[in-house]
């Protein structure tokens, strides 16, 4: 496909002098508009108006000038179609061969944080989609380039062949659609956010590649990393990454559960995560005290462990780390030193977040084979909920405590879920079971000794007194959870029975 008219209007100008020059050189008229026609011409690039070629000015404060008969006819023309020649020659309209547009900056615009809804409509683009969407329609003859980074090759295989390959059209026009349909979600999920309606009858979701990934949760399976623009600032997808290898499919998914879990303390407090689930969490006075209760509370399972800390890393907590194999600290920073000892070790990634990012509801998606998933987050706490002791013995201030901590723990462990805790940390953590019971004798043996005298926290209500039983005979003495069974009174009495104090809050944190 020879290209001699080229249209070039974008918001984006990294790289288009330089481009448009080469394009210049090679013969290649060019029509422009607003200010890229204004940047060109400042840099000695002849430029036809898209006035001239319309022969009708701008009009509507720039809302309308590019929606024009002999703009969109020029690029819609089968070159192939006698009667598209006939009716181009009848009306004097010359065919545009390439065409290089992107758009307004939309997502810009609705990221600054005093922006009016007057700014974001009037930055929403009508013209250059049009264009864009005309041209990769009709990519068998007009190529379209919307991305500064496709420059190079259109003008290498100009030079080298003297015209756009058809298969670099289609994969030119793919791009752009992708590009429009990004534009219109963004658009979409602003203005529907705006009107406060949670579940629209069509989902419209947009996220950008950020790295490709070596491989899934299995080396047989590919895998690439999504961000979704103007998400959450305290994201994985946001977090930076000062030292280590590449983040893996695995690396991404147990990061995201340490730091929503790590989000859950105010107090100096570390998580160890292994394969999606806590396998220890401690808090303290400082950090090392915190870190050394994570690691105490299962020194086999930590071993590789993606740790999420809520305090600068400091020397001594991280002379401790470095004595043990990690995958991954997340910290919202590490001092000199600090840095210094774990970067020792050279595949151990350091990532730095901002824990001071306000808190954003988004939705959570999952995938099923065929649709998609989607509900609020499960940001509810005990703040949240009700604190009803339903036994004949009320919990000890110092229980209570305990209680609080396994309850922001447990809410983070996959159902059926059971977390003893004491002193602060955890000492059994029952995970992912067909019952619940069988999750507290996980947790119970776990915490062999350490179970007398600590809590016990449930993910949901216990179907049947078995597990007040089990956490009786381990010697542990207080219970949260969340009630709600038809056999609650036979777990109330059993706790009475063997002096257990239990609380009952009336939300379930199931996680699947």
């Excluded at 249209?7 to 990294?14: G, P, T, Y």
């Excluded at 609020?376 to 201030?397: M, Q, S, Y």
């Excluded at 016990?456 to 949260?480: H, Q, R, W, Y």
């Amino acid at each position: 496909m020879a290209v001699k008219r080229a249209l070039i209007s974008v918001s984006n100008k990294e790289g288009v002098i330089p481009f448009a020059k080469q394009l210049a050189e090679l013969g290649i008229d060019i029509i422009s508009t607003g200010g890229t026609k204004r940047a060109l011409e400042d840099a000695g690039v002849p430029v036809i108006s898209i006035s001239d070629v319309t022969g009708f000015p701008e009009i509507l404060d720039g809302r309308v000038k590019t929606l024009h008969p002999a703009i969109h006819g020029g690029i819609l023309a089968v070159r192939s179609d006698e009667r598209h020649q006939a009716a181009l020659a009848e009306h004097g309209i010359r065919p545009i061969d390439l065409v290089v547009v992107n758009l307004y900056p939309f997502q810009q615009t609705i990221a600054k944080p005093d922006v009016t809804l007057a700014e974001a409509i009037e930055n929403i683009d009508i013209g250059g989609p049009t264009m864009v969407r005309a041209a990769a329609k009709n990519y068998a003859d007009v190529a379209i380039v919307v991305d500064p980074a496709d420059y190079p090759m259109v003008i290498e295989e100009l030079k080298t062949t003297g015209s756009i390959q058809a298969k670099t059209r289609q994969q030119l026009a793919a791009k752009a659609f992708r590009h429009t349909a990004a534009y219109d979600a963004m658009i979409a999920e602003y203005l529907t956010n705006l009107t406060g309606e949670n579940y629209p009858e069509t989902l419209t979701v947009t996220y950008t590649k950020k790295q490709s990934l070596r491989y899934g949760e299995n080396p047989h399976q590919s895998a690439a990393f999504y961000a979704k623009p103007l998400g959450a600032a305290f994201s994985i997808a946001n977090a930076a990454q000062l030292h280590g290898k590449e983040l893996s499919y695995n690396n991404i998914n147990d990061a995201n559960a340490a730091i929503n879990l790590i989000r859950e303390f105010q107090e100096p407090a570390v998580a160890a995560i292994k394969h999606m689930n806590p396998c220890g969490v401690g808090v303290g006075a400082t950090l090392l005290e915190a870190f050394t209760k994570a690691y105490e509370a299962d020194p086999v399972s930590i071993f590789g462990g993606i740790i999420a800390v809520n305090r600068e890393v400091d020397k001594e907590t991280a002379e401790r780390m470095h004595d043990i194999f990690l995958e991954i600290v997340i910290a919202p920073s590490f001092s000199d030193e600090a840095f210094a000892i774990l970067t020792k070790k050279k595949n151990i990634r350091l990532l730095t977040l901002d824990f001071t990012a306000p808190d954003v509801k988004e939705k959570m998606l999952v995938s099923v084979n065929g649709g998609l998933l989607v509900q609020e987050a499960d940001t509810f706490t005990l703040e949240d909920a009700e604190w009803n002791v339903v036994t004949k013995r009320e919990p000890t201030e110092a229980e209570r405590e305990q209680l609080r901590f396994a309850w922001k723990v447990v809410k983070h462990v996959k159902s059926n879920a059971i977390v003893l805790a004491k002193n602060g940390m955890t000492v059994g953590v029952g995970a992912g079971q067909m019952n619940r019971v069988g999750a507290a004798k996980i947790a119970i043996e776990q915490a062999g000794e350490q179970a007398v005298g600590a809590v016990l926290a449930s993910d949901a209500f216990f179907p049947m007194d078995d597990t007040v039983e089990a956490a009786a005979k381990a010697g542990i003495t207080a219970i949260i959870q969340p009630g709600g069974s038809i056999r609650d009174a036979d777990s109330i009495r059993k706790a009475d029975e063997y002096g257990i104090a239990m609380v009952f809050t009336g939300v379930r944190h199931f996680k699947h």
